[in-house]
């Protein structure tokens, strides 16, 4: 398991500008809003606010010391710090195979965003009357193959980036893609607001109704948490083997989950005025963008024609970008194992992931029950179980000095040490304890 030539991120700002790209994606633009309005609205932000700080931010952390102590892919880091132990090598299978379910139906949505890109290039939402338009998702959905061959292309895209490497495919496409997303998330947001009823949406984010609280809003908005983050999928283990030792860990971690907190509720407030001006339902599910949006263009198309146009390219281009980055992310998972492990190309690696996942991604197209199975699955038991064995690898498996070593940089972030034991009891007894509630709540209630 050689592993000095890997290939290593360029700097921090490739660091956080990769990790941020694996985290800001469909989590943040497709499920955050739609997860906001079947779970309370404000009080749903609120607490996906507190437990993305106080449990979510630890785990980060720990899975990129893991990582980065390993410097390897995310099957052999477990074993390779625990020297070989049986039961941490099998953790390794389940951190390879979480990404890759994931990303089978992951690149579905992408693949929904594809068609919806393609639509507004042919101006379709303009086309439409706005009291119809939400019905264009139905009508897509339930083709048989419109939605298989938009996932497949998704896909195919997808895996060319990682096909690229590190550097020159992951990091590249990161920089430029990014700050494209960021500001096209913030023109969308501005229009939105300015809708007729839109004022409600924003009361709907603002201002919470405590009565919506209970033990589920809290176990979802971790779960939600986690898949924003992409906590438990071996993507941070992967993409933390290509930090380097000397690179400020903590810097990074907390850049990436304050980058991630801050994407999710620009677009909570860009989807829901609009949910709330069309008159759609904010509990809608999965399809609520593809609903609520393209509303918003056939609105602004009556009045502004080329401004709708314009701005609805945009739109479904950033989420194609914000898609692809995190697709990009879950791919290259299985890709450094199998490099590595297996002894593929990188090429041959992807080529071989494109038709693993591709295959099951077409059942997920196929059939709304196999999606919102996969969906749950990951959503809700894996990715809390990976995590929770990533907290508990790094809390009570590796010595206090291997954490404490990763967390200062080896003695070149020192100042990074007055935080180390609240970060540490953090990890180590906050949030595993918060995971296991939050896992048995899932089932209880």
């Not at 943040?28 to 609205?41: A, L, Q, S, T």
């Not at 971790?222 to 933390?240: D, E, H, N």
């Not at 000397?246 to 989807?271: C, M, P, Y």
């Amino acid at each position: 398991m050689a592993t000095q030539n890997r290939e290593n991120f360029g700097g921090r700002l490739a660091v956080i500008l990769a990790m941020a790209g694996s985290a800001i994606g469909l989590g943040n633009i497709w499920r955050f809003p739609y997860m906001v309005g079947e779970h309370g609205g404000a009080v749903f932000v609120i607490i996906y606010v507190v437990c993305t700080l106080l449990v979510s931010l630890p785990v980060f952390i720990a899975e990129v010391m893991i990582g980065r102590r390993s410097h390897t892919n995310a099957l052999d880091a477990f074993a390779r710090l625990s020297r070989q132990h049986p039961f941490w090598k099998g953790v390794g299978y389940l951190s390879i195979l979480i990404p890759l379910l994931i990303a089978s139906y992951y690149s579905v949505i992408g693949g929904w965003s594809l068609d919806y890109f393609f639509k507004s290039c042919t101006l379709t939402f303009m086309r439409t009357p706005p009291e119809s338009v939400s019905d264009l998702f139905g009508t897509f959905v339930s083709s048989p193959w419109a939605p298989v061959l938009t996932h497949l292309a998704f896909l195919g895209v997808s895996v060319l980036v990682v096909a690229g490497g590190v550097k020159s495919g992951i990091e590249k496409f990161s920089k430029i893609t990014l700050p494209v997303l960021f500001a096209l998330i913030l023109v969308i947001l501005t229009y939105s607001i300015s809708l007729p009823g839109a004022g409600e949406g924003v009361r709907y984010l603002l201002y919470p109704d405590w009565s919506q609280l209970t033990p589920r809003t809290f176990a979802y908005a971790l779960g939600q948490s986690f898949y924003s983050l992409s906590l438990g999928m071996g993507c941070i283990i992967t993409y933390g083997s290509y930090v380097s030792r000397k690179e400020n860990i903590v810097a990074t971690s907390a850049g990436t989950a304050l980058s991630d907190l801050l994407f999710a509720i620009l677009a909570g407030f860009a989807i829901m005025p609009a949910v709330f001006a069309a008159g759609i339902e904010p509990g809608a599910g999965p399809g609520l963008i593809f609903q609520s949006i393209p509303f918003v263009f056939a609105k602004m198309g009556v009045e502004l024609p080329v401004i709708s146009a314009v701005a609805s390219i945009l739109f479904f281009l950033a989420i194609i970008v914000a898609a692809m980055t995190s697709c990009i992310s879950l791919i290259e998972v299985g890709v450094a194992f199998l490099v590595e492990r297996v002894h593929m190309t990188r090429r041959g690696a992807c080529w071989a992931l494109f038709l693993a996942c591709g295959s099951l991604g077409v059942l997920c197209s196929l059939s709304s029950p196999v999606f919102d199975f996969l969906d749950w699955l990951c959503s809700n038991i894996l990715l809390l179980l990976m995590a929770l064995l990533a907290v508990l690898f790094v809390g009570f498996v590796l010595p206090r000095r291997v954490p404490l070593d990763e967390f200062t940089s080896r003695g070149h972030c020192p100042a990074n040490g007055r935080i180390f034991p609240l970060v540490y009891f953090l990890i180590k007894w906050v949030a595993p304890i918060a995971v296991v509630i939050i896992f048995f709540t899932n089932f209880i209630l």
